[in-house]
Antibody
């Protein structure tokens, strides 16, 4: 089954760290760019980070640059988001998403994991 | 960085009506405009990519159009399951970051 499953969401104090994971299955994970997108309670979608299939390209939103890092383990079909120096404004649901192989759309999303700071 | 502005913020219509949602970009990004649907408690779902191409499994009543800075999503003859929030999204050329519109809530009148 083609799917993404996030985990690692929790309630943490400001200034602390948290690591989110995203497990991919049912497709060739090592061929896809992957993204993290978040959504504050009752708000819209905010793009957080991008990592290319081979980790050669990594980009972050200005709001998390310098505090968050993104990585992946293609041997384990897994994506990670390390979040440091967390702030109250980082509260929200964090989704991992797959970038469509031939374009710039996100064609597969996980169910999300909740982070409360 | 591209800024996307959707209009209206809220659209109140009845089943069977036609819906039109606009998305205006602060600068041109060609035809790389995407539309998503999100229902309460669910992840977003890809509807339209590259401005006018329906994603797999998306009903024909959903259509997208536009290029440059002005895009639109149309939903013909609304079904009860279409009432949701819709987002547009684009990618900047460099750095290749993604930007979402603020969302349009389509509600039952």
């Amino acid at each position: 089954q083609v799917q993404l499953v996030e985990s690692g969401g929790d309630v943490v104090q400001p200034g602390r760290s948290l690591r989110l994971s995203c497990a991919a299955s049912g497709f060739n994970f090592n061929k896809y760019f992957m993204h993290w997108v978040r959504q504050a309670p009752g708000k819209g979608l905010e793009w957080v980070a991008l990592i290319s299939h081979d980790t050669s390209h990594i980009y972050f939103a200005d709001s998390v640059e310098g505090r968050f890092t993104v990585s992946r383990d293609n041997s384990k079909n897994s994506l990670f988001l390390q979040m440091n120096s967390l702030r109250t404004e980082d509260t929200g649901v964090y989704y991992c998403a797959r970038q469509y192989v031939a374009g710039y759309s996100l064609d597969l999303w996980g169910q999300g994991t909740m982070v409360t700071v | 960085e591209i800024v996307l502005t959707q209009s209206p913020d809220t659209l109140s219509l009845s089943p069977g009506d036609r819906a039109n949602i606009s998305c205006r970009a602060s600068q041109s990004a060609g035809s790389y405009l995407t539309w998503y649907q999100q229902k309460p408690g669910q992840a977003p779902r890809l509807l339209i990519y590259d401005a006018s191409n329906r994603a797999s499994g998306i009903p024909a009543r959903f259509s997208g159009s536009g290029s440059g800075t002005d895009f639109s999503l149309s939903i013909g003859s609304l079904e009860p399951e279409d009432f949701a929030v819709y987002y547009c999204q684009q990618r900047s050329s460099w750095p290749p970051v993604l930007t979402f519109g603020q969302g349009t809530r389509l509600e039952i009148k």
